[in-house]
């Protein structure tokens, strides 16, 4: 169910004035899933970003936590 929705049009469907119940429970879904993949996103960034850091320093400890956090996290999504 993962779908990649622009941010204009995110401001689009909840920017409509009065929506009925349906539709404003609608945009509370849609904005909890752009929420979610903004935030799954950062935290992959951000795990790629301690990945090179480990690997810099040559930390296998670090390098092997922050790997296994960012296979989990691609599990999740299903990504490759």
């Known amino acids: 169910m993962e779908h990649y929705y622009s941010y204009a049009e995110f401001l689009k469907a909840v920017g409509k004035g009065q929506a009925s119940p349906s ?10 899933l752009f929420l979610k993949h903004v935030h799954r996103e ?4 951000r795990l790629l970003s301690l ?4 690997l810099d320093k ?3 400890e670090a ?4 790997t296994e956090q960012l296979n989990q996290l691609d599990d999740e999504t299903g990504k490759p």
Request: hydrophobic letters at 35%; proline letters at 0%.
């Open 63 to 66: 390098f092997n936590l922050y």
């Open 58 to 60: 040559k930390d296998m």
């Open 23 to 32: 539709e404003q429970l609608l945009n509370d879904i849609y904005m909890d």
């Open 51 to 54: 990945i090179d850091e480990a």
């Open 42 to 45: 950062q935290n992959r960034e």
